[in-house]
Structures are given as structure tokens and as C-alpha cells.
């Protein structure tokens, strides 16, 4: 076989290979984060951009972090996940968002970026204004 043809089977292979690589998956744009089917939000709900974060290169496993990288996304307010009431625990919807000392939380990444002197909101009215 010529070195042409070597080389032409390889590059074929490797755009083959390219093509049936699986894409990553498609945010959705802005939304509204609420609370889980059977609690009731106390506060307005809260306003998020998918692309304002991807663009400050938040990867998605960041937030989702029980994604393996292939199934399908679900949301934190998705059953088995953040879907339990109360402020207290791994799986209450509001750790998901409050918690100060995770960097997985809202509030846990926020602050130290705030104190770096990024513009973020940090407070209460900020993320639920009304």
C-alpha cells in the first residue's frame, strides 16, 4: 500500500470517527429555576443563563454533577435529585443553591468571585428580584 493511500484510510477513519462521536448536549437558553413539583417557592423565581455561564467557562458537569457525560441532562429539581424541601441536606432543592461552602452551589461559587471583584449577584434580591 502506498504512503497516499495509508494516509487518505487514516484521515477517512478519523473523520469517520469524528462524525459518529457523540455531540455535546444542547443548553437550554435563559430559564426560570424553581423548586420541585409539591413545594412551594417562598421567594420570585430566579432567572438563568446557560450561555452567560458556558461563556464564563462553567463546564455542565460544574452544576450537574451526577451527569456521566452521555444520558440525557435532568434538572436539579428532577426526582432522586435536589427534590426534597427544608434547607438542610444533600438532596433539599435549596443546598442546591444556597449551599456557601460548594463550589457545585450558586451562592458557594458566587461569593468567592464576588470577593475577586467580579460582577455577581450574591444577595437575596438580586437572584430573586421581584
Partial sequence: MSRFSTVTLSLCALLL???????????????????????????????????RHGAADVLCVTCHHTWDGKSEIQSCAAPGCHDQPGKKG?????TAFHAKNSDRSCVGCHKPLKKAGKAVPVSCGQCHEK
Fill in 17 to 51: 470517527g469524528a462524525s459518529l462521536a457523540p455531540a455535546a448536549p444542547q443548553a437550554p437558553g435563559d430559564l426560570r429555576l424553581g423548586p420541585p413539583e409539591g413545594i412551594k417557592a417562598s421567594k420570585a423565581l430566579v432567572g438563568f443563563s446557560h450561555a
Fill in 90 to 94: 444533600e438532596t433539599a432543592f435549596y
